[in-house]
T-cell receptor, first 117, second 115 residues
Framework: DADVTQTPRNRITKTGKRIMLECSQT?????MYWYRQDPGLGLRLIYY???????NKGEISDGYSVSRQAQAKFSLSLESAIPNQTALYFC????????????????FGPGTRLLVL | AQSVTQLDSQVPVFEEAPVELRCNYS??????LFWYVQYPNQGLQLLLK??????LVESINGFEAEFNKSQTSFHLRKPSVHISDTAEYFC?????????????FGTGTRLTVIP
C-alpha cells in the first residue's frame, strides 16, 4: 500500500464550485504539504503544516484553504474554483528537521489532476 | 527567498550517451540540495540529496550530483543513460533561514532518452 495517498486522482469541476482534495499518510510524519504543479513552472507550495495545530501559508495560498484533521490527514479546499486553478496537485510529508536543523526528505503522493471548466 | 534555475527545459539524449542536467540556486546561506524525479503519471521521488559532508552524492541508479558552493550549482550527471531514465527531473533547495523543510523547486528538465 502507498505511504501517501490522495483522493480523488482526477476531478473535473465547474467555475464557482467548492471542492476538497484529500491526503492521507501512513508514514507517521509530523509535517505535511500541498503543492501545485503547472507546466513550465515546476512545483509551488500552497500550504504546509508542522502539526495539527500549526498551519502556514506557502507561496501561493490565495484562493485555497486547508484543514489538518489529524496527524495523518491534510485536506486542501478550493472555496470557489476558477479556471486558473486547473493544475496537478501534490501532497507531501516529511519528518521534522533532524539534529542541527538538517532537512528531511519529502515523500509525495501520486497527485490529483484537477480541471476547472 | 530562494530561487532555483534549471536552464534546460528539455534534454533529448541517445541511449548510452552521457547527460548533464544543470541546476543553479541563489542563496548566501548554507543550503540543502535535492534532485527529485517524476516518471510519467507518477508523483515525485527523491533521487539524491546533499545535506553536508562530501560534495559528490550518488543515487542507486547511477546518477550523481556535485555541490559547488562557489558556483552555487548542483548539476546532475549520468555517464550512460537508459530508456528507463526518461522522466522529468526537478532540482530543489532549502535552507535553515526559510525553514529546513521548505523546498523551493526549479521548473524542471524533461529528459528524453532516444533508442
Amino acid at each position: 500500500d502507498a505511504d501517501v495517498t490522495q483522493t480523488p486522482r482526477n476531478r473535473i469541476t465547474k467555475t464557482g464550485k467548492r471542492i476538497m482534495l484529500e491526503c492521507s499518510q501512513t508514514k507517521g510524519h509530523d509535517r505535511m504539504y500541498w503543492y501545485r504543479q503547472d507546466p513550465g513552472l515546476g512545483l509551488r507550495l500552497i500550504y504546509y503544516s508542522f502539526d495539527v495545530k500549526d498551519i502556514n501559508k506557502g507561496e501561493i495560498s490565495d484562493g485555497y484553504s486547508v484543514s489538518r484533521q489529524a496527524q495523518a490527514k491534510f485536506s486542501l479546499s478550493l472555496e470557489s474554483a476558477i479556471p486558473n486553478q486547473t493544475a496537478l496537485y501534490f501532497c507531501a510529508t516529511s519528518d521534522s528537521p533532524g539534529q542541527g536543523g538538517v532537512a528531511q526528505t519529502q515523500y509525495f503522493g501520486p497527485g490529483t489532476r484537477l480541471l476547472v471548466l | 527567498a530562494q530561487s532555483v534555475t534549471q536552464l534546460d527545459s528539455q534534454v533529448p539524449v541517445f541511449e548510452e550517451a552521457p547527460v548533464e542536467l544543470r541546476c543553479n540556486y541563489s542563496s548566501s546561506v548554507s543550503v540543502y540540495l535535492f534532485w527529485y524525479v517524476q516518471y510519467p503519471n507518477q508523483g515525485l521521488q527523491l533521487l539524491l540529496k546533499y545535506l553536508s559532508g562530501s560534495t559528490l552524492v550518488e543515487s542507486i541508479n547511477g546518477f550523481e550530483a556535485e555541490f559547488n558552493k562557489s558556483q552555487t550549482s548542483f548539476h546532475l550527471r549520468k555517464p550512460s543513460v537508459h530508456i528507463s531514465d526518461t522522466a522529468e527531473y526537478f532540482c530543489a533547495v532549502s535552507d535553515l533561514q526559510t525553514g529546513a523543510n521548505n523546498l523551493f523547486f526549479g521548473t524542471g528538465t524533461r529528459l528524453t532518452v532516444i533508442p
